[in-house]
């Protein structure tokens, strides 16, 4: 079944490969958005965990189930009635509003189903916004799924400079963190080439999307600088957004207040008073120190207003959980420090020294000199001319 008849929901989906900083720009470009009446985190992981595709196979299965469900089709017995995909739908929800959870019952199929088919009723017109970094090399396959189901579809792909997303993989991927006798300058070049093959293959896709299919590359750079300017112009490309009517609440320009609340909170680039602390702005700016001796910001958009804290497992002084004026810190679900995270960003940039200083990736950056994909890829791609040549003129010949 198709849902509850009417017409069909406009889809934006924000495609990309992992470690480029998705779930910030998801949250706060997509999720927030009034327009978006509902956000889907990551299903494709549900479909995965249910066996009804295979990562790396062909994804039309997988492709057709994502678009299906942004119709209001929740037929597939096999899916829906696990309760597989209930935990997760949860547990996605709070990774994105950690500090407001909604209810198990949100997620009831029925209830899921009702607020899809609503969308179709809306006025001003709604759509479902997804969020997905597991259609990799398979986007072409999302592309044609779209046009052959006839669903109106924006493609958002975002890029972040390739070497970037392989060193904070290095670094964080647990499967590879943990990894036993690995072998760094290896893993980076197989993974370097991995990513500009995958990119390509990706952006080739975007660029040849066809109606009712729309495809925007958008930089993961352009957010760092300035994220209101490149929210800015990615709804001003994309009707769902461009055409909603704004609200003299708090609003500015195309940008929501609800996105604007949630970008000055989170985004180290919304302005330069959150970037340099909030003293004089009725905030807090608290510096802790863990137990290495090592030192991490906490903003407060408020006194006692927590905006953002620290994963499970990080201890301060010897204490699982630090106090700033008697309040204890919640737990936040961001696990790397090199996102654009407000309390992360002055660390986004900080691989690019230790990929330039270490032996140990020499490898990948011959490798990022000399492969094809990756010549190509810097060629082609709109967000390029943001990725730094930090190579210069050095020897990168590969390593013996």
């Known amino acids: 079944k198709g849902g509850g008849g009417g017409r069909k929901n406009p889809v934006v989906i924000q495609v990309s490969q992992g470690r ?19 956000y889907i985190d990551e299903m494709v992981m549900v479909i995965y965990r249910v066996e009804l595709a295979y990562e790396f196979a062909d994804q039309t299965v997988a492709a057709e189930l994502v678009l299906n469900t942004t119709q209001c089709d929740f037929s597939n017995k096999r899916l829906w009635n696990q309760s597989e995909v209930t935990r997760w739908f949860t547990k996605r929800d709070r990774f994105a509003n950690p500090e407001n959870p909604k209810p ?5 199929i029925s209830a899921m189903e009702a607020k899809c088919n609503a969308l179709k009723r809306s006025n001003p017109p709604k759509g479902v916004c997804l969020k997905e970094i597991r259609f990799l090399e398979h986007t072409d396959q999302l592309v044609d799924a ?13 890029m972040r400079d390739p070497r970037g997303s392989v060193m904070s993989q290095l670094w964080n991927y647990p499967k590879l963190r943990f990894k036993k006798d690995k072998d760094l300058s290896k893993m980076g070049t197989d993974l370097v080439a991995e990513h500009c093959h995958t ?4 952006l080739s896709a975007v660029l040849a999307a066809l109606e009712p299919v729309q495809g925007i590359q958008i930089c993961f750079e352009d957010f760092l600088l300035d994220a209101p300017s490149a929210i800015s112009s990615i709804y001003q490309q994309v009707p769902l957004f461009r055409d909603w009517p704004m609200e003299g609440d708090g609003s ?13 909170s989170h985004s180290g680039s919304w302005n330069v008073t959150q970037q340099q602390g909030h003293e004089g702005k009725g905030g807090l700016r608290v510096i802790l120190q863990d137990s290495r001796g090592e030192q ?6 408020k006194p006692g207003k927590v905006q953002h804290a620290y994963r499970k497992g990080h201890k301060f002084d010897g204490k699982e959980k630090p106090k700033v004026e008697g309040k204890e810190l919640a737990w936040g679900k961001v696990d790397h420090p090199f996102s654009t995270d407000i309390s992360r960003a002055t660390k986004v940039d900080s691989w690019k020294t230790l990929y330039l200083e270490g032996k140990r990736y020499g490898g990948m950056r011959h490798e990022w000199l000399v492969n094809a994909d990756c010549k190509e890829l810097r060629r082609r791609s709109a967000c390029a001319n943001k990725w730094d040549m930090l190579e210069g003129t050095g020897d990168h010949s590969k390593p013996s």
């Open 20 to 38: 480029s900083g998705s779930t910030l720009t998801g949250t706060m470009m997509l999720e927030k958005h009034p327009a978006c009446g509902w």
């Open 104 to 108: 198990k019952e949100v997620f009831d």
């Open 146 to 158: 779209a046009r052959r189901l006839d669903i109106p579809l924006t493609v958002l792909f975002l």
């Open 199 to 202: 990119g390509l293959s990706d």
């Open 252 to 264: 500015v320009g195309l940008i929501p207040k609800q996105v604007a609340e949630f970008g000055a």
């Open 296 to 301: 991490e910001e906490v903003h407060h958009g």
